[in-house]
């Protein structure tokens, strides 16, 4: 079955440390894959697209990589804030189909 | 921009009850998305629209569920009957294009059907 797993419901970080969130998915052929931030009681805010065909991509201090062999994309902010704490969703679009599959989403808490 | 509308942001109905979503997309963006959030399934896509046509609805849930979008700039999600089962934020967001700009959502409607 097609399944989109984030490594963990929760992770706690120091702040001014490099937050690292995993992103699993299997039987997918995704086109590309986003990452979306939620804050609570808010909808998600998109953050950054990578392509298949695509290694890395950088946005200031947001770096995502993106695997298609492994079936995994990694999410990476460095020198975390505690404003960076939220919950951040991975999402891939299959092929020509209009639609995202969201994975569960990681709670990031950054520590002051 | 005011970005995608929903209303009503909280909702508190009775069961067997019929509930309506509403949603305001941005203006230009030609897809529309239904998503539904709870903490056991996360976000599940209900149904999506390009330029007003629903393309998939195989994530509506049962009957009871319909969605229209009559015009470019309003979409509905309708629930009838309501159930306990159904409480959950039910969120809109559009795109425009293939969504390579990422999806924008509103704020949700908060479902609660006691």
């Known amino acids: 079955s097609q399944k989109i797993e984030q490594n963990s419901e929760a992770l706690n970080i120091q702040e001014g440390k490099t937050a690292t969130l995993t992103c699993n998915y299997t039987?997918?052929?995704?086109?590309?894959l986003q990452w979306y931030r939620q804050d609570p009681g808010r909808g998600p805010v998109f953050l950054l697209l990578?392509?298949?065909?695509?290694k890395e991509k950088r946005k200031e201090r947001l770096k995502v990589t993106f695997d298609t062999t492994l079936k995994q994309s990694l999410f990476h902010i460095t020198a975390s804030q505690p404003a960076d704490s939220a919950t951040y969703l991975c999402?891939?679009?299959?092929?020509?189909?209009?639609?995202?599959?969201f994975g569960k989403g990681t709670k990031l808490s950054v520590k002051p | 921009d005011a970005g995608v509308i929903q209303s009503p942001r909280h909702e508190v109905t009775e069961m067997g009850q019929e509930v309506t979503l509403r949603c305001k997309p941005i203006?230009?963006?030609?897809?529309l998305f239904w998503y539904r959030q709870t903490m056991m399934r996360g976000l599940e896509l209900l149904i999506y629209?390009?330029?007003?046509?629903?393309?998939?609805d195989s994530g509506m849930p049962e009957d009871r569920f319909s969605a229209k979008m009559p015009n470019a700039s309003f979409s509905t999600l309708k629930i009838q009957p309501s159930e306990p089962r159904d409480s959950a934020v039910y969120f809109c967001?559009?795109?425009?294009?293939?969504?390579?700009?990422?999806?924008?959502f509103g704020s949700g409607t908060r479902l609660t059907v006691v």
């Open positions: 039987n997918y052929s995704p086109a590309y």
């Open positions: 990578i392509r298949e065909n695509e």
């Open positions: 999402a891939l679009r299959l092929g020509s189909q209009g639609n995202l599959i």
């Open positions: 203006s230009g963006h030609d897809y």
């Open positions: 967001a559009s795109t425009p294009g293939q969504g390579v700009r990422g999806y924008t």
């Open positions: 629209f390009n330029n007003n046509v629903p393309i998939d």
